[in-house]
């Protein structure tokens, strides 16, 4: 039934994206991050949705009147080249056969960027896009912090079989990233139950989050909470709820997930950590000896080029975004992939710069702020994980190129026509004030 049920949906999506294909991209991100298709077990998993999505998106986009390139900006150029260089690089891989097929998962990824960069043009679709998002990782989180309670912490909180968040470490990862995205929803929302909802929601997460018994993901935690600090206007209502939701938790899983978030404060002593740092050595060394392409998606994890280095030594994942993009794609891809990330940044701060005292642009201005904790999640806690090219990173990416074109355009027309700034946006005089002056009404 549930096989019928996703293809019914899919084929009905498809016929829509032919009229109006950013309902394709919306679908494409659907299948890219909440993978449904690994929740039936039938005959769907002999179809190809992902690429009948993709494919039927891109046709839509070549006949549509809409048809435009994303805006031609910095970040935009960075993400096409690694592209371009991610390709070139699985032609000259360690073992061609093995990248090839990390290469088919990868390319879809980032073309989806492309196209969400070209195509989310209004408020109304990012805010779909940010949706769909949410509503994909919640699903794991909210089941995962109800499995945690209802079990008492004593098992890991894992994610979808055969997707890059099955791993407990990767959902965990994941689910941090949605957090920001959801309390953008949640200040956007003009509905008390829904924003409720919301909320309720991100508690569940982060009891999942807690409940992965992942290390990396529990300072990734604490990161975000104390940068969330940063943008909340009522700080103390926001410790309050934050204390009043980590110490019941924390309190309430088994000495079990104690031990192992104990072993951070003797972590030379460790030996996966230790199994990383030989990780991290083989990428270096992967990405000197085959200069300037590196070894290959997912090629320096293999025994045959890992125990090259060292032959008595368990074979790891890199478990690390950065010395997994240096020992898979070499110095050059690594710098790329740096920019990426320094323009996403940058391109934050500019859209915050850019809508200062602009009311009609709050919106905006929460979605910048709230990409600004993906991103710094991601670097912190993707440190010690694999996850590099994960799709949610890459969309929140994307989304910034055109978020900055409509806050370019906004503040254009605005200048251009000399509209004049509401009065909520106006200085206050305190002369005004002193004399009883209604700056509202004047």
């Not at 994303?70 to 150029?77: C, I």
């Not at 509503?135 to 979808?160: A, D, E, W």
Request: glycine share 8%; aromatic share 14%.
């Amino acid at each position: 039934m549930r096989d019928f049920l996703l293809v019914g949906v899919i084929f009905l999506g498809i016929g829509l994206t032919f009229r109006q294909p950013f309902v394709g991209i919306l679908m494409w991100a659907w299948i890219s991050v909440g993978a449904p298709h690994e929740e039936v077990w039938g005959f769907s998993h002999a179809i190809p949705l992902n690429l009948l999505v993709a494919a039927s998106t891109m046709v839509a986009w070549f006949i549509s009147p809409e048809r435009r390139l994303p805006p031609q900006r910095g970040l935009y150029w960075a993400l096409l080249g690694f592209l371009i260089w991610m390709t070139i690089n699985a032609f000259f891989a360690a073992v061609p056969d093995w990248s090839w097929q990390y290469w088919d998962r990868f390319w879809k990824t980032l073309i989806l960027g492309l196209f969400v960069a070209g195509m989310a043009t209004n408020r109304v679709r990012i805010h779909a896009l940010i949706w769909i998002i949410v509503l994909s990782l919640f699903y794991f989180g909210v089941k995962g912090g109800i499995f945690t309670l209802m079990t008492g912490g004593q098992f890991h909180v894992i994610g979808p079989p055969r997707t890059d968040i099955y791993d407990n470490n990767n959902l965990a990862l994941a689910l941090l990233l949605s957090l920001p995205l959801a309390n953008y929803l949640r200040l956007q929302s003009e509905s008390k139950l829904v924003s409720t909802m919301l909320l309720a929601g991100m508690g569940f997460v982060v009891v999942a989050v807690v409940g992965s018994y992942s290390r990396g993901a529990f300072l990734g935690l604490g990161v975000l909470m104390l940068a969330a600090l940063t943008r909340v206007r009522r700080k103390f209502l926001y410790i309050a709820i934050a204390v009043a939701l980590i110490i019941p938790v924390l309190h309430f899983m088994p000495e079990s997930f104690h031990e192992r978030i104990g072993t951070l404060s003797e972590i030379s002593q460790d030996d996966s950590f230790m199994g990383r740092v030989t990780a991290w050595q083989v990428a270096f060394f992967c990405a000197v000896d085959y200069f300037p392409f590196g070894a290959g998606l997912y090629a320096p994890q293999l025994n045959q080029i890992y125990h090259y280095y060292f032959p008595k030594e368990i074979s790891h994942a890199a478990h690390s975004i950065f010395f997994q993009v240096l020992g898979e794609q070499g110095f050059i891809g690594l710098t790329i992939y740096l920019l990426i990330i320094a323009g996403a940044f940058l391109t934050c701060a500019r859209v915050l710069r850019a809508v200062r005292n602009k009311p009609e642009l709050n919106w905006a201005h929460d979605l910048a702020s709230m990409i600004q904790l993906v991103l710094v999640v991601f670097c912190v806690a993707g440190a010690a994980l694999s996850m590099a090219y994960y799709d949610v990173f890459i969309l929140c990416v994307a989304v910034l190129l055109p978020l900055q074109e409509i806050v370019r355009k906004h503040n254009r027309v605005t200048a251009k026509e000399g509209v004049p700034v509401p009065v909520e946006a106006r200085p206050v005089q305190p002369a005004l004030l002193r004399e009883g002056y209604d700056v509202r009404h004047g």
